[in-house]
Every structure is written in structure tokens, then in C-alpha cells.
């Protein structure tokens, strides 16, 4: 089955055909994060699904160059600055570096290039491009010394979120607080600077101001990646106006088409509810690291819903991903064992196959991928317990692992023991050197008591985390 995706512009689903001749070179570009306070844990169910898909697209030999870029200027940041009362860029940069630590404890892979708004190349290719929205008549500058794209000259206007602009007019989806503007929908290209801005701002043509979010990324994606690139991604709040506008103002200057494969994460709930400071249920990655919870568990838990469906973030849902983990390391340890040829078992017919990965070629299917590698531990265990997998087989099986897991990135890093634990596993093997076998016993139980097991393999003693512990 060819690789397909579900093209938020087309609203179809679409064999994925990538732009390079070679077929094997993909670009593409994720909305990355506005750095006015800390990401919370919405914001990385949507990274999280596109760290999915390019390690999913690299796992089928394709070649991935991935943009985030980090929003360091817009209305949220400025007021964040002001309130705290230290200039912008002190204020991002805390942000950005807590974010920078955020993805690192859930394994997503780094994006080739980071770009952040401010950066004076990029500033400077925005102006650009407003010059050429001017010159072409798809921009004006209003009364309010700003610039507005005029979206009734462009007219695709509208076709990414499947609306016509008479319905934006009578939704009321754009705030009417803007009477210098010719529509409604015209957005901000540029934003003459006023008061409440303070220091932050840019000498332009149109005069001091700063960029509006939307010609932010489509002055990165385009400068970084070129005219046209494969996939973009985002959260489906980006789809309108940000991504509607993205296409827009891009389109407007290179007058190509600017994205093949729009993708979009639906969104995060939790308890059923939107996440919001005031019902309390709002949570940032070290709210749930003070929990308990690690890293690759919350990495599971934000992972295993299908992208396009919304994902009901609650404490059942992260204790089962707890489990879910605890099955697999146990899974492992047997495989490993076992490969490793310790018993003798009988061989059967029972290799990996190609289910996994097949299920995340149809759309990321990742709940059915998730399905299938259960079912496959299930299997193997049973064929375990029955002695009826040999040495082989378990290496087949690892090696099936080890492409699973170059997707999932789940696998419990081999950590050094606690102390306390290291202490107990070192007086046990030394037990086991004198053949004191009821000291190892009592030893080994006494590791069981604090949630860990040792197991006895021919490279000697192996003390893991206990499954479900
Ligand atoms: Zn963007």
C-alpha cells in the first residue's frame, strides 16, 4: 500500500507523491512554539504527531529536512515582556530554552533549522515580501499607518478552511475592533508601532511596527525551504486564519502553489474538557514530571490516539501508558534472554512482519500500529511461555523492535540503578558467587519489595524496573 495522508485542503485522503524528482527528499514545516510562557502538554500532542511522521517518512527511506520556527514576537510576547517588565528578548529566551528541555525529555527529534522571528534575515525577507503584496495590489496600507492583506483579491481566499468570505463576515470570527480595514478578514501584514509595543520594533517602509504572526512563517518556511515544500503541520486552530493566511501572502509573491500535504493534529482535551488555567486542568510537561510520571510514559500517552482524533488526556490514560511500557520492557527482557540462547526451545514459524509499519503508511494510523504490536507481543509471549521460540526467532523479533521503536522512541534508556537498588544487586550477586542461594533469594525478594527484579541470565545478574510496578 502507498504512503497516504489526509490533506486538510483537498479534505481527502492522498497517496503521498513528494515534489523532489528523486522521490526520496521531503521538506517540511511545523508551526513551532510562540515563547510567551511554557508550552503545555496540547501544544506537544501536536509536535509529538510530527516527530511521528518524520521518523515514520525516515524509517521508509525518505530524506527529511524539517523548520520549526520559534514565534519571539507577536502581541502575546510583547504583553508577557511588559508584564514581567524585562525587555523581549530576555523574556523569550527563558521560553525558548524550556522548551528546547521539553522536547528533549519527550525524544522529539530536533528540527533541522529553528529559525525565530526576530532574527534581522528574516525581518528582512517580511518586508520584502509586503513590498511585493503592495506592488501587486494584494496589500495597502491603511489609515493606521499597519498593512492589510486585501483577501478579496486573492481568490483562493478561504479554500484551506472550506469557507467563502461572506460566511467570515457574518460568523464574527475576526474581531471588529479594525475600522481602517476594507474586509473584516483583512489581516495584519504589518503593525505600525504604538505604546504599547515599547522598544520592540523595526524601521520599514511603512514606518516603525513589527511583523504580524502570519508573514512571520511565510518568510521562514519560503527562505529556508524554498518557494514550494511537501508538508506543512500544525494544530487545527492554526488552519484559520494563520495557515489561510500563510497561503495567501506566499502564494501572493512567488504566484506558485506553496504546500502539496496540509496536516493537521485535532485537538487535546482533558477529562473530556478544554484545557484552561481556570477550570485547573491545565498542564505543562514538569506538572506531570513532578508526578511521577517520565518522559517516554507521557510521550506514549500523547502518542497513541490518531492524529485527526481528538485525544482525552486523563490520569486512567496515563497509568494505562505506564503499563503499556512496563509490558514492553518485560517483552524485551525475554526476547533478550532468549536470544541470547540461554534454553533450548523448539523452533517455529513465527517471524515479524510488515503490519506495523503498513498501519502508519494509511495516515499514521498509530492506534492500529499500537494494535498490532501488542497483538505481536501477545504472540511471542505465549510462545514464550510454551518454550516454543528459539534463538533466532527472538532475534528476529529484536531486530522488528528495533524499527518499531526507531518510530515509537519508547524503549527505557538503560538508566544507572538508585543507589539504594545498586547497593541490594551487588550484595545479591555476591551471594550468588558464594552459592549462599538463600541470602540471593532473600535479596532478590527484598528488591521485589521496592519494584525491581532481578532475573539470572548467562551474562550474569540483571535487575530491571518490574513490569506494572
Ligand atoms: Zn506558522
Redo the contacts with the bound molecule.
Keep these: 500500500m502507498p504512503l497516504r495522508f489526509f490533506n486538510t485542503y483537498s479534505r481527502q485522503l492522498e497517496d503521498f507523491e513528494p515534489r523532489d524528482a528523486t522521490g526520496r527528499k521531503i521538506d517540511i514545516y511545523t ?2 512554539p510562540t515563547v510567551y510562557s511554557r508550552a503545555h502538554i496540547g501544544n506537544f500532542r501536536a509536535y509529538i504527531f510530527e516527530d511521528l511522521l518524520q521518523r515514520h517518512l525516515e524509517l521508509r527511506g525518505y530524506k527529511v529536512r524539517r523548520v520549526m ?1 520559534i ?1 519571539d514576537v507577536d502581541d502575546k510576547t510583547i504583553r508577557g515582556a511588559r508584564e514581567a517588565g524585562i525587555p523581549l528578548t530576555e523574556s523569550t529566551a527563558q521560553f525558548k530554552e524550556a522548551f528546547f528541555q521539553d522536547i528533549e525529555t519527550l525524544r522529539i527529534k530536533r528540527a533541522d533549522e529553528f529559525p525565530a522571528a526576530t532574527d534581522q534575515r528574516y525581518i528582512e525577507k517580511m518586508i520584502e515580501m509586503i513590498a511585493t503584496l503592495i506592488s501587486r495590489g494584494l496589500a495597502y496600507q491603511a489609515e493606521d499607518k499597519s498593512v492589510y492583506f486585501r483577501i478579496n483579491k486573492f481568490p483562493n481566499y478561504g479554500k484551506l478552511a472550506h469557507f467563502d468570505l461572506t460566511q467570515l463576515q457574518s460568523t464574527g470570527r475576526v474581531k471588529h475592533d479594525e475600522y481602517d480595514k476594507e474586509h473584516i478578514g483583512d489581516f495584519a501584514l504589518w503593525k505600525a508601532w504604538d505604546e504599547e509595543d515599547g522598544d520592540v520594533g523595526w524601521e520599514s517602509p511603512w514606518g516603525r511596527g513589527r511583523p504580524g ?2 508573514i ?2 511565510s518568510a521562514m518556511a519560503t527562505a529556508l525551504l524554498g518557494d514550494q515544500i511537501d508538508i506543512h503541520c ?1 494544530g487545527i486552530d ?1 488552519i484559520f486564519p ?2 489561510e493566511a ?1 497561503i495567501a501572502q506566499t502564494e501572493g509573491v512567488t504566484g506558485k502553489k506553496f504546500v502539496r500535504y496540509w496536516l493537521h493534529c485535532a485537538h487535546l482535551l482533558v477529562d473530556g474538557q478544554k484545557m484552561s488555567k481556570s477550570l485547573g486542568n491545565f498542564y505543562t510537561l514538569p506538572n506531570l514530571l513532578e508526578k511521577g510520571y517520565t518522559g517516554r510514559e507521557i510521550r506514549y500517552a500523547l502518542m497513541r490516539v490518531h492524529y485527526r482524533a481528538p485525544l482525552n488526556f486523563t490520569w486512567d490514560g496515563m497509568n494505562e501508558a505506564r503499563e503499556s511500557l512496563a509490558r514492553i520492557d518485560d517483552w524485551l527482557v525475554r526476547l533478550r534472554e532468549t536470544a541470547a540462547g540461554k534454553i533450548d526451545k523448539r523452533e517455529i514459524d513465527m517471524q515479524p512482519d510488515q503490519d506495523f509499519e503498513e498501519a502508519l503508511d494509511d495516515d499514521l494510523n498509530i492506534s492500529a500500529a499500537l494494535g498490532f504490536l501488542f497483538e505481536k507481543i501477545r504472540e511471542t509471549n505465549r510462545a514464550l511461555d510454551r518454550n516454543e521460540l528459539d534463538a533466532a526467532s527472538a532475534n528476529a523479533w529484536l531486530n522488528w523492535w528495533e524499527r518499531v521503536n526507531s518510530v515509537l522512541v519508547v524503549e527505557e534508556a538503560i538508566a544507572p540503578l538508585p543507589p539504594g537498588i545498586a547497593k541490594l544487586a551487588e550484595a545479591r550477586a555476591q551471594a550468588r558467587l558464594a552459592k549462599d542461594w538463600r541470602k540471593s533469594d532473600e535479596l532478590r525478594d527484598e528488591l521485589s519489595a521496592r519494584g525491581w527484579e532481578a532475573r539470572d541470565t548467562k551474562d550474569g545478574q540483571k535487575v530491571t524496573r518490574r513490569a506494572g510496578g
Design positions: 508551526c513551532g520556527n514565534t504572526w502570519h512571520e512563517c500544525g492554526n494563520h495557515h500563510e
